[in-house]
């Protein structure tokens, strides 16, 4: 039986979202000083801003960060054209070094397709974004790193144990200014850069694994906001192309599969 698996070490642990749930640690914040209010209110502008569109499509380039049995740290690049049409429905096409594939949520069916070796892997998933993103998670042991911040309560959970907020500064990233926030918590740091102005959009961010002394990073880049894309169900909903081959998701589990 052929076994279809989709997913790269650097992307399980650095996920913020999960990270977070895997463990309660809950810490005393010692030093007030350290949660600025403005960097926390930039945060929630942003995530709320996120959360209100119903539709949109982003392009963004991720750098995987991955440290070899040499010793030697090597960087992988991926590309992605993202569409999310709320409450349940995602396309994303991802190319790169390491993947060439393409997702299709249509709200009931997450499809994995490579049409470099015309094979696919279909699985039933729960109804909502968030709850399909659990699910390849736990269950499928892969996810894209943006989902991080498309969580309807994303502000409570990228919260969630911070215990450091700042405003690093202002810049501008591909000619839009944006406030460079940076986020502490047990084993993550992370960092967003905010769009000033009326459409708090993010346009990078950074998470990196700070249990390591490699400090290895997803880093990623967010170009060509569009929210008013044009959708049809149809682009959600995968079909087959003559040739192509159904095969089987590898059963996730944790230990060596990382």
Not at 51 to 69: A, M, R, Y
Not at 134 to 143: D, P, V
Not at 185 to 211: C, E, I, N
């Amino acid at each position: 039986m052929n076994i279809f698996k989709f997913r790269t070490t650097v992307l399980l642990f650095t996920l913020i979202v999960f990270a977070l749930s895997v463990s309660v640690c809950r810490e005393v914040r010692a030093q007030d000083q350290a949660m600025d209010p403005a960097a926390t209110d930039i945060l929630k502008r942003m995530t709320d801003y996120l959360g209100s569109l119903k539709k949109f499509s982003v392009h963004t380039q991720n750098t995987l960060e991955e440290l070899l049995d040499s010793g030697h740290r090597v960087d992988f690049e991926v590309g992605a054209n993202v569409i999310i049409s709320r409450p349940n429905k995602l396309r994303a096409e991802r190319r790169g070094e390491m993947v060439d594939q393409v997702f299709y949520y249509d709200g009931k069916t997450l499809t994995l397709y490579n049409p470099v070796d015309k094979v696919y892997a279909m699985e039933a998933v729960p109804n909502t974004l968030e709850g399909m993103f659990e699910f390849m998670y736990w269950s499928l042991g892969f996810n894209i790193p943006i989902s991080d911040l498309l969580y309807a309560d994303a502000f409570r959970l990228l919260m969630q144990d911070v215990t450091l907020a700042e405003v690093i500064g202002q810049t501008f990233i591909d000619g839009v200014k944006c406030d460079h926030l940076l986020f502490s918590r047990p084993g993550v740091d992370f960092q967003v850069w905010v769009a000033q102005g009326s459409r708090p959009l993010p346009h990078k961010y950074v998470v990196t694994d700070t249990t390591s002394p490699a400090l290895l990073s997803i880093i990623m880049r967010m170009s060509d906001w569009n929210m008013e894309p044009v959708v049809a169900d149809a682009q959600f909903a995968f079909v087959p192309p003559k040739g192509t081959q159904k095969i089987d998701f590898m059963p996730f589990t944790t230990g060596e599969n990382k």
